[in-house]
């Protein structure tokens, strides 16, 4: 077993833990689990639902689109 004692670690876990945890699949949640006329009526809003990290035109939203349309090396 590994050093860390970290739970959330999966080396640190037992080999048959971590192989029952792997057969459960993913997230169960969520927007591909929703209702089809529920992801429709969300979708239709076009991100507006969201509660967005800027206020539209602000400065910081001016600064974060170029910073994301910078090309990076």
Known sequence: M???SNPGNFANRPKEEVQAAGQ???NTGGFGNMDPDKQKEI???G???SSGSFEP???K???AGRKGGA???
Do not use: C, F, R, V
Request: no cysteine; hydrophobic share 20%.
């Open 2 to 4: 590994a050093d860390n």
């Open 24 to 26: 459960k699949g993913g």
């Open 61 to 63: 939203a001016k600064e």
């Open 57 to 59: 035109g602000s400065e």
């Open 43 to 45: 979708a239709s809003q």
């Open 47 to 49: 991100g507006q639902a």
């Open 71 to 73: 090309t990076s090396s």
